[in-house]
């Protein structure tokens, strides 16, 4: 997934690529709790995000919905097993618990998501 990001499978605007993790900021109490040195990132391609943690072996894909000011991801599967997996496995991503996220900026360089408990920023890789 997301070998081909700038090919014609663009189908999400700016959304489309590989995005990098740098800030993980807790929204009440303002502490970071990741950055880039984590390694996490988030492939979106067609109808698909994928999570991954370069350090692991393994990934998260999930379906996910694009609206102006919302992403909201679907049903979760790991892989290589494909088997569906709860929210709560997306935890060390930054994925809330009911899979949304408020978009509150996202240009072809950047992004900005947030939900009850945090802020994510991200830059294009």
């Known amino acids: 997934m997301c070998t081909a990001c700038e090919s ?21 109490s303002g502490m970071v709790l990741k950055t880039n040195a984590d390694s996490v990132y988030y492939c ?3 109808k698909l995000i994928k999570f991954q943690n370069m350090a692991q072996q393994f990934y998260y894909l999930c379906y996910f919905t694009q609206t102006p000011d919302s ?9 290589p097993t494909n088997e569906e997996k709860a929210f709560t496995e997306l935890a060390p991503y930054g994925v809330p618990a009911n899979g949304r996220f408020h978009i509150d900026a996202l240009s072809r360089k950047h992004m ?14």
């Open 8 to 28: 014609k499978w663009d189908e999400n605007g700016d959304l489309d690529g590989m995005w990098q993790l740098t800030e993980w900021r807790d929204r009440t």
């Open 44 to 46: 979106v391609q067609l």
């Open 112 to 125: 900005r998501l947030s939900s009850d408990d945090a802020f994510l920023t991200f830059r294009k890789y």
């Open 71 to 79: 992403l909201i991801i679907g049903k979760v599967t790991t892989w």
